[in-house]
T-cell receptor, first 113, second 117 residues
């Protein structure tokens, strides 16, 4: 079965420190992978996507993610966290053959001042 | 970038009444739209896939007679919650696919908070 996993419900990091939000996937074929961020009572905002090509993907607001095929991972990273990065982050992948997303369970990022 | 709007952003209705939520793609054509439901502090649950000009495809366990979906144009899909009950209270989010985008990216609306009293 296809799946996307976010093993951490919550990640706490001090402002100015690097942050990592983890995502692993089990999707057949060559996966497309996405990261979205959700602020309270808002929809999802696109951060970045991996389609093909360079394994290091740069996205919005200084975020980047590294596609690692051998580890089936697509971790989200930022070199220096801001308090305003505190939000709920979702990793997602389209189900092969459809346009429907498989979502991870979400990781709540808390950046402490 | 591609923008999706939802209306209303918040709605309170009485038990037994129906409420309609609109999802619009503002600057692109969307042959496919998706409706999600999100419970507090949880991930998104796909309810149905809305296809322009045809019947929606509902996920297992979602009552199609309760959650009516209409996708009458390339820019508008509506979700009607019929005979709403307090357990239907939730955050509903729609998303849309740009038919000319091959990357599978979905563009999300801002969500609608439904409270049934």
């Amino acid at each position: 079965a296809q799946s996307v996993a976010q093993p951490e419900d919550q990640v706490n990091v001090a402002e100015g420190n690097p942050l990592t939000v983890k995502c692993t996937y089990s999707v057949s074929g060559n996966p497309y992978l996405f990261w979205y961020v959700q602020y309270p009572n808002r929809g999802l905002q696109f951060l970045l996507k991996y389609i093909t090509g360079d394994n290091l993907v740069k996205g919005s607001y200084g975020f980047e993610a590294e596609f690692n095929k051998s580890q089936t991972s697509f971790h989200l990273k930022k070199p220096s966290a801001l308090v305003s990065d505190s939000a709920l982050y979702f990793c997602a992948a389209p189900t092969p053959g459809t346009y429907k997303y498989i979502f991870g369970t979400g990781t709540r990022l808390k950046v402490l001042a | 970038g591609a923008v999706v709007s939802q209306h209303p952003s918040r709605v309170i209705c009485k038990s037994g009444t129906s409420v309609k939520i609109e999802c619009r793609s503002l600057d692109f054509q969307a042959t496919t739209m998706f409706w999600y439901r999100q419970f507090p502090k949880q991930s998104l649950m796909l309810m149905a896939t809305s296809n322009e000009g045809s019947k929606a495809t509902y996920e297992q366990g979602v009552e199609k007679d309760k959650f009516l979906i209409n996708h009458a144009s390339l820019t508008l899909s509506t979700l009607t919650v019929t005979s709403a009950h307090p357990e239907d209270s939730s955050f509903y989010i729609c998303s849309a696919r740009d038919e000319f985008d091959s990357s599978y990216e979905q563009y999300f609306g801002p969500g609608t908070r439904l409270t049934v009293t």
